[in-house]
């Protein structure tokens, strides 16, 4: 036990029960060096612990007792004088009792393919990270607040399938994916979870392994390829990981040694009814250890540029409380989560989902802050949505839905996410839940992905949508990519293409976007006519644009609006199926407590975005 005690020191031991340790995966799981392979496990109160192999040729499995390290009795460790690659192999742990469990490793860096459930001892790596990749990750996110950001959220699986029907692997989606995004104009992917997960419906968010790229598209070589060419074709890539959840299946980490070990043992906080899911016990040391070691071991080894951390309602809020009081613990979990990866991985981006009302997540820890670079925007989507799926003739009613976004804007540094939780369980796709004729659904789509571009904040939206995909997603083979066939929707991903092109040009649409400086509303309030108009300014007071956003189902001919400059405005931009040159005089006639004004001509369900003429020429 000389070399495995050698590696786990007293030092190390006590970072990992203290939750200090961010590399954990280095000591735990499965690795093959020179000619033997070790096994180490965290398992306290067991009786003994074995490691079955099974042969991948012979199927012939074989059982090896563990033995407790020498600092440790919770540590159960193992040396085989044979290289196990490619072996299937799990964990046979008897409890006090006398019961025998079957688990597979925590610490697993490959699994079988589902519906196997084995850890497999993984290959070593045969990939190389050119240094054109390692620069391109280096300055991939530099100056991040101050540039456009459009983010195309994806599950593999279903996304596109391969000409049998099966998967793509991620080689494959390398030549697929990477010049559909560039083509469409995105910044960056974000792919939903590819930790190893039981269940292809769960869409990966129900997790057993958290350092095992999912077998379903290839190996971790072939991740890393994906990953090399997004960085060569400067796609941002964020990786969906959850930290505050995981999976019930028992051959995982449930009840892994016969008693709550990963799971929180306070019964009342332990499980998600609504997800099916145990929520992990951060009071303990080397949970913390593990949950921090698989964020760095993402990082380090396959180096995506971000992290999207799910469903942080159930770190940030106490679980099971329908008031929601604050989680300290859970905060404060965050909060280290967060420090740690800043300080080794300063470039990589921190994305907060569903943190609903809790206060300072995009500040730093240093400030009482817990840590995030952004936050969705719950409160913006589903205001929006809920006032774009209010009959026209009822939006005056509701029109604080659309504008109440801005009272609160500045708290924190947003993103603005129209992902797969909208367009799934009953919820209809974008185009399917907005009112009217096809005709007029597909221009308010056209409205929606334009409010969406203009309002202050960082873009996502979910696969399909950019097209207007008919139906709600739902684990089916592909996105129904025949339906490009249709004008109507062939002429939506013409759109989508353009209004990202012209998002990535202007800047007073993302150069301001955390800053007050950027918006100022012209009429927030004209609920009458279902009419927003807003200002949206870069740092050269020659990007400053005028937005007109007309909701209703009534074409205004002569609509008047204040401005803030008299001079001539060119209309840059439309969501109108037609655009038309159009140039405007502003008039020295005071309007919207603004000096000026101007009367435009505002169809129905358009947003049309103006410019100062560059020439200083008036009207034509």
């Known amino acids: ?82 290289r196990l690659t490619g072996y299937a192999y799990e964990y046979i742990i008897e409890t006090p009792n006398g019961e025998l469990l079957r688990k597979s490793d925590p610490y697993a860096q490959a699994s079988e393919m589902r519906p196997r459930t084995k850890s497999v001892v993984a290959a070593a790596s045969k990939h190389t990270w050119s240094k054109t990749v390692l620069h391109q990750k280096k300055i991939q ?85 994906f990953i090399a060419k997004c960085a060569e074709h400067k796609v941002g890539l964020i990786l969906d ?45 080397e949970v913390v250890s593990f949950l921090i ?24 809020f106490i679980p099971n409380r329908k008031e929601r009081p604050h989680n300290k613990e859970g905060a404060d ?105 096809l005709d007029e659904r597909f221009l308010q789509l056209r409205l929606l992905l334009g409010f969406w571009i203009a309002h202050p904040g960082k873009k996502l939206l979910f696969m399909g949508q950019e097209f207007g995909h008919f139906e709600e997603w739902e684990f089916k083979p592909e996105l129904d990519w025949p339906s490009l066939e249709d004008e109507d929707h062939r002429k939506m991903a013409d759109f989508t293409k353009e209004l990202l092109s012209f998002y990535k040009a202007e800047k007073a649409f993302f150069e301001l976007d955390d800053h007050p400086d950027g918006f100022t509303w ?19 007071p020659q990007d400053e644009c005028i937005v007109v956003c007309n909701f209703s189902n009534h074409h205004y001919t002569d609509f008047k609006l204040g401005v803030p400059k008299g001079t001539a405005y060119e209309k840059i931009f439309t969501t109108g199926k037609q655009y038309r040159k159009a140039v405007i005089e502003a008039a020295d006639a005071p309007y919207d407590d603004l000096p000026y004004s101007v009367v435009m001509d505002l169809p129905a369900f358009t947003m049309n975005i103006w410019k100062q003429k560059q020439d200083g020429s008036g009207a034509g």
């Open 333 to 437: 979990f965050l909060r280290k989560l967060t420090n740690s990866l800043k300080e080794f991985y300063p470039e990589t981006l921190l994305i907060a989902e569903d943190a609903w009302h809790y206060p300072k997540v995009t500040h730093e820890v240093s400030d009482g802050g817990v840590g995030f670079h952004y936050k969705w925007n719950f409160g913006w989507m589903r205001d929006t949505l809920d006032y774009m799926e209010t009959p026209p003739s009822q939006r005056s009613e509701v029109h604080q839905k659309m504008n109440f976004s801005l009272v609160y804007q500045y708290q924190e540094r947003y993103l603005l996410a129209l992902s797969h939780d909208e367009v799934v369980n009953g919820r209809g796709s974008l185009l399917n839940k907005l009112p009217g004729t």
């Open 241 to 285: 990981w959850i930290p505050g959840h995981f999976c019930v299946d028992e051959h995982a980490m449930v009840m892994f040694n016969g008693t709550p070990l990963y799971e929180d043992e306070r019964e009342e906080r332990r499980a998600n009814p609504d997800w099916g899911t145990l929520n992990f016990d951060i009071q303990k040391g």
């Open 293 to 316: 070691s698989s964020a760095h071991y993402w990082l380090n080894e396959f180096k995506f540029d971000a992290f999207r951390m799910d469903a942080l309602v159930c770190l940030l």
């Open 141 to 225: 996110n530099k100056n991040h607040f101050e540039k456009p950001m459009a983010i195309y959220e994806v599950h593999i699986g279903t996304w596109k399938r391969n000409a049998q029907g099966g998967f793509l692997n991620y080689r494959e989606l390398a030549s697929e994916l990477i010049p559909y995004i560039l083509d469409m104009g995105f910044t960056h992917i974000e792919i939903l979870p590819i930790t190893e997960h039981p269940l292809d419906e769960s869409w990966g968010y129900q997790t057993t392994g958290y350092f095992a790229p999912t077998s379903r598209y290839g190996t971790a070589d072939d991740l890393k390829y």
């Open 522 to 540: 012209i009429d927030a309030d004209n609920h009458e006519q279902s009419v927003a108009a807003f200002v949206r300014r870069g740092y050269m």
């Open 1 to 82: 036990m000389n070399d495995l005690q050698s590696l786990l020191t007293r030092e190390k031991l006590e970072a990992f029960h203290t939750g200090l340790m961010k590399d954990a995966y280095l000591y735990f799981g499965a690795h093959v060096a020179a000619e033997e392979t070790r096994f180490t496990i965290w398992v306290p109160d067991a009786a003994s612990v074995a490691v079955a192999c099974t042969d991948p040729a012979s199927q012939r499995e074989e059982i090896f007792g563990m033995q407790q390290h020498p600092f440790d009795s919770t540590i159960w460790q193992l040396q085989i004088p044979q």
